[in-house]
């Protein structure tokens, strides 16, 4: 294993302790690296806690008692024959999905079998969460399958520092872990750490550099495949596909092409010449991502082509590889005049795609960010998600937390991602799903769509850098770790994931200690939301950097974001009757639900209508006093989670006690300042004063 | 003289052209290098235009005839003996500062004497304003003198990059003519050009280095000072002077001792040496620019010492070799709780150096922002100009447009700077001061003070970059202009200033082109302030680049900068009744002419108070009417400029032309954007509809 001084995240020495003592035998082929990887991890394990291992071609013939001479046998489905006992339970109920293992327990022997080498990666991982447990009892055969084939963390690292944006954009936890003054680093050695922990909880893909493609990262494609490669050995160990994020204009930029027309077959040669040089030097490498004719980024649109030319223009270069393109559904119009109130920047997703759905080709993939604007705290789910049944279409998240505290706020997302994944798009009405009704999990997952549909998953922005603990705030290690396993099964309940990863991130902590991790995080986004984002107001943040409050800071800007606050009332007509129509971009029930102004969720009240102060809630007081009330208990909240942890001083490494402790002070201060201008704001418009008499500035 | 590819601002070929066809005879010493540049500007003029140059020893004995035989003479008045006829009129009404000049005309001959050499050099100027006139008619002897002792530049020029300021800080005009790379520039030639420009309109002292110096820039004083007397050489043969920004920590950060306290031996003795250094290299260096203390600025406050201390440390290393310290009066809490309505930024100057009057070494001048906040549009006078009889203080005034269009807007501030140098700082009334009563100008050129005070006299931020046109926006060498000349004259009529920057610019410009100039220009700083900042409000822009509207861009901020708008009204009440207090810094009538409701002028209004958005202006109309009317008015006048600028074309060089015109659509869209954003904010914010029916947005 690759050691760093970083670090360890949910896979310190400890968290292997029980696999580590036990005989453990190995069967399958060395060969393949990802069982390389197996063997690797089991005899650093073994060999550290006083276990041993035993390592057998897959086609020797072990005996029974060969085998029961182990406690832990971790082995591959065999393709053809099969051998003695370990096959003996194959029947029809074993998952077809790559990365799928199965499970026993018999006598004193934990059994593990890998329907293919990732499985038995993630068979490997599943005993080392069980942890001691894993040898108790018996049970029988039991398969676990991965919900979704796309388990993809997308990195917005810059290979030049961008002026504005920096080593990586949106990153909150230093510079990157790929890339340093100008180019890939010498040394990787943080990859190759970072690929052990996402190979152990299920990621299979990931994208390298920026979706934002400036003019070095171009250059990935031609001049840095080298590096590429290199990059790509070092996750190829852990199961993971390297994508690249590349720029729709590349012919012309880097090709010299006069052109960059998906139509157009100098350009439809120039990418297959290109895919083919990766496939040289990457042979397993996984596909392309695109942000076209978004914020800037040039598209097909400059060809008049529409964004299915654009994207199988790129899959039919990757086809013959079996590569992939992620195409980027975040299009909406940057330069919106804030006069203009027919134009709703929610719509645009919907507008430019849902009338291409079945015109992909079957190796895109529409990546698709959850909500209809941009990663705000809170968003009704896009749309877009219901309106593509003959698309591939992936779910993308943001781990980084760009609008959720960017790493200085402890803001676990876990249920912000629970409660999108299980989102039900068609049901009985508001307050919950039909039963059997297909969630976004569903869609995600491919198993919404017709009985060929392709799968695709989820999509995350990746929260780390080469900062010590990964990730700036040591508690967003949680949030990586949450969204890999939700990529796993999106239907997993986040709480109990919360408490896996505080188990095996702390597994010296006594009670005391996880149920201060757990308080601090467990309702962290819901805090959050109250001391930020009322009713599903977004974007009331600084311009540019999106730290801290600025209520009018985007209310003027060309960006399509605003709240239209004034002495009378706040929020976003999107209704059909009155609005800009949005609800009806929404299957039903929800199309009517959010319409009527009496059916729509509080939470997404402003997010849908523009009501007076002075309306009243479901929740039973009006908006204002709803501000007043939520910002002054969300920002209380933070002081008792930074005293929470204070008590627990020394009973955590004190490096990380005292950067989580740091954190939570810059989060107390910041959340106080949320209170306070939100609180002055409405009260400086509506004039209404808080029932409770608490201070408004 | 030096020749750049540059815009020759006003001093194209065509305006030497009178002086230049003339026979002329220089009777001086070129050794003296100021005489030199004149001998140099006569000799290129003559030979360009046909004329002749005469260079006379100023000991030779011209006779009468030799005299006549030119028809223009410049010559020295004579320190102790004095030649036949130039000196015969020389009596007690000869002005003794250093730049002063007579002129007059007998026959056919005109007569400069210069009272030394920069006077000849400002003599030699005089005539080409005057252009053929200068050889018309005969006048008697007519001396000019200049009202300020100081007449100076400072440039915001980092020699590093700035990551966030760039290389000049607050600049709009392209890179720094000093500095490049990271270093002073190998080719100078721009210096030399500009150099020449500021001789010709009598400015005498340069600040080479921004205000906020950083480390690269601390280092001029120790390892720059051979870059920094290439740069002197430049400068001194047009009369200018040169002065270094320094850091008060250069002590430790340059010095490597342990304290920059200004009463510790070891401190006091490290600048001596520095200065000594200096002056070594460069024997006519002017000083050092000191901003301490305030926006992270280190300063004396870290010793507990006062502003007095520290401008005297420096003042004291200076003193023997005859330099100056210029001491910034910009201190105050840039860490403000916006919370906080007590604390007031306008009060702080007065607050900290009101005191200290009379505690300054005679060789401090204290720089004083012309307003109480930071060179907005529309303030006040600084109350310290008033308070601080015992000391040497200089005004400042900023060329560069930070807060008044950044150069993209055609805004002429020469209305400003005139109101504001003639602003009756103790007078009968609001209305007008009493007649004889001391005016700003008077307190800068040290006319105010008692009979032995030490003159000082104007200081602004330049606003030249290496820009074709020098200054961005090519109308902006006006203020350039203005500037300069008003530090000659303060009571010069800046109409008049505007013309004469007019005809020397476009010297073959026709009436309808020059009266075009002067419309655009003319009132164009009111236009300016009618789109952008009603009634005294200031910076409603966004924040960092100050660039544009953002009303409530800092009313949340640390910046102390806030309009406190609400419902029912907008503005700071810095009464002494029921606000800060800031009234009380100015003398009467001003104290009560602010403190009262009813005598405030309106211009000032929301500066002093908090009204009602219906309150009644002097003007009849409410608050929030008089938005919608100066906004709605503003930016059409910005239109009417552009098309009377369309209307030129062809006319002016299509160069600048094409320059302005470019500058002028960008002034129309942004004036828009000022117009349609305060009308909606005033809207959203009162519920008071424009009565003339325009639409709000």
Redesign the interface.
């Known amino acids: 294993m690759t050691r760093t001084d970083a670090h360890p995240m949910w896979l310190p020495d400890e968290a292997l302790r029980p696999l580590g003592e036990r005989r453990v035998l190995v069967a399958a082929g060395i060969d393949d690296p990802v069982v390389a990887t197996v063997v690797a991890e089991v005899r650093a394990a073994t060999a550290r806690w006083g276990g041993a291992v035993t390592v057998a071609s897959p086609d020797a013939s072990l005996t029974g008692d060969e085998v029961r001479g182990h406690d832990v046998v971790l082995a591959l489905v065999p393709s053809s024959t099969a051998p003695d006992e370990p096959t003996r339970a194959l029947a029809d109920d074993v998952p077809t999905a790559s990365g799928s293992f199965g499970v026993l327990r018999e006598g004193a022997t934990t059994t593990v079998l890998g329907l293919d080498s990732p499985g038995l990666l993630y068979g490997l991982h599943h005993l080392v969460r069980a942890g001691a447990a894993a040898a108790e009892g018996d049970t029988p055969l039991t398969w676990y399958a991965p919900t979704n084939d796309v388990r993809m963390l997308d990195h917005w690292d810059n290979v030049d520092v961008h002026p504005v944006m920096g080593q990586v954009e949106r990153g909150y936890a230093g510079g990157s872990i790929f890339y340093a003054d100008g180019r890939v680093r010498e040394d990787l050695s943080r990859v190759a750490s970072y690929g052990r922990l996402l190979g152990s909880v299920g990621i299979n893909a990931v994208a390298i550099n920026n979706v934002n493609v400036h003019r070095t990262e171009a250059r990935l494609l031609t001049d840095g495949l080298p590096d590429v490669a290199r990059i790509a050995d070092l996750f190829r160990p852990h199961g993971i596909r390297v994508h690249l994020s590349v720029s729709f204009a590349a012919p012309m930029t880097v090709g010299g092409l006069p052109t960059s027309d998906p139509l157009d077959p100098d350009v439809q040669a120039w990418w297959a010449a290109r895919v083919a040089d990766v496939y040289d030097a990457v042979p397993d490498f996984g596909g392309f991502v695109v942000k076209a004719d978004s914020e800037g980024q040039p598209g097909p649109f400059a060809y008049g082509r529409d964004h299915a030319d654009g994207a199988n223009l790129l899959a039919r270069a990757l086809k013959p590889f079996g590569g992939t393109v992620f195409w980027r559904a975040f299009v909406y119009d940057h330069k919106q005049d ?2 203009d109130r027919s134009t709703d920047r929610a719509r645009a997703a919907h507008d430019h795609f849902s009338p291409l759905d079945g015109r992909f080709d079957d190796n895109v993939v529409l990546q698709v960010k959850y909500g209809p604007t941009d990663f705000q705290t809170r968003e009704p789910v896009s749309p877009v998600i219901a309106a593509m049944p003959r698309t591939r279409l992936a779910v993308e998240l943001q781990v980084t937390q760009e609008y959720t505290g960017q790493q200085k706020h402890a803001v676990w997302l876990g249920p912000q991602w629970s409660e999108i994944l299980r989102f039900p798009l068609s049901g009985d009405g508001p307050d919950g799903g039909r039963p059997g009704g297909r969630t976004v999990a569903d869609v995600a997952a491919g198993t919404a769509g017709p009985p060929d549909a392709r799968r695709a998953g989820l999509v995350a922005v990746s929260n780390v850098g080469d900062d010590a603990f990964w990730t700036g705030h040591p508690l967003a290690q949680a949030n990586l770790y949450t969204f890999a396993r939700l990529a796993w099964d999106p239907s997993a309940d986040p709480q109990t994931l919360l408490d896996e990863w505080i188990g095996l991130t702390f597994p010296d902590a006594d009670p005391v200690v996880r149920e201060t991790l757990h308080r601090v995080l467990d309702d962290s986004w819901r805090t959050y939301e109250d001391y930020t984002a009322p009713l599903g107001v977004g974007f009331m943040v600084r311009p540019g950097h999106h730290y801290g ?5 985007y209310e ?1 800007t060309p960006w399509g974001t605003y709240h239209f ?4 009332g706040i929020g976003v007509d999107r209704t059909r009757a009155t609005g800009t129509g949005f609800t009806g971009q929404f299957p039903a029930p929800w199309r009517d639900a959010y319409e009527d102004v009496t059916t729509c969720p509080d939470e997404l009240l402003l997010f849908f209508h523009h009501v007076p102060w002075s309306h009243v809630l479901h929740s039973g007081v009006s908006v204002a006093q709803h501000v007043y009330d939520t910002h002054w208990e969300g920002a209380a909240r933070t002081v008792e989670n930074a005293a929470a942890w204070d008590a627990i001083a020394g009973q955590v490494p004190a490096d990380l006690h005292a950067r989580v402790a740091e954190r939570l002070a810059e989060q107390v201060r910041s959340a106080h ?1 949320w209170r ?2 939100l609180r ?1 704001y409405v ?5 209404i004063p808080d029932a409770t008499g608490r201070t408004v ?1």
Chains 1, 2 share one sequence.
Request: proline share 5%; no cysteine.
């Open positions: 804030w006069r409050p600025d209520v009018d800071g003027y606050a004034d002495r009378d300042e306070d201008q002055t009260f400086r418009h509506s004039g500035y």
